[in-house]
């Protein structure tokens, strides 16, 4: 018999495959059309939800909170199309170790 797996910790593991299951169905070209000045978002990068509680919007500045490091969201990397998902996504890179902002795409905090 297994043991109960809390709620919690499901609807975390839950969310961590949430990237993969965003680019299928009917937003798939959508998403895939996404793009901002350093680019198409969906080339070789996917994109990850982020909670409401892991970004920040301050006098029209984001940051984001990415493997524990607040990340500032550069001006050019903010996709101007509205959200038809919904939720804040953020598609990343590394450059010496550090997570870096590809696109950014700002949900609605609830």
């Not at 895939?32 to 070789?44: A, H, N, P, R």
């Not at 982020?50 to 970004?55: H, M, Q």
């Not at 920040?56 to 500045?61: A, D, I, L, T």
């Not at 990397?77 to 450059?95: C, D, E, L, S």
């Amino acid at each position: 018999m297994f043991p109960a797996i809390p709620a919690a910790l499901l609807l975390g593991l839950t969310a961590l495959a949430t990237p993969a299951l965003a680019h299928d169905g009917p937003l798939k070209l959508w998403f895939e059309s996404l793009q901002s000045e350093f680019g198409q978002c969906c080339t070789d990068l996917d994109g990850y939800i982020v909670s409401d509680a892991d970004w920040e919007s301050n006098s029209g500045r984001y940051r984001v909170y990415i493997d524990n490091e607040w990340v500032n969201v550069p001006d050019g990397a903010v996709v101007k199309q509205p959200n038809r998902f919904g939720r804040t996504m953020v598609w990343k890179h590394y450059i010496d170790g550090h997570p870096r902002i590809r696109c950014f795409m700002p949900g609605s905090m609830t």
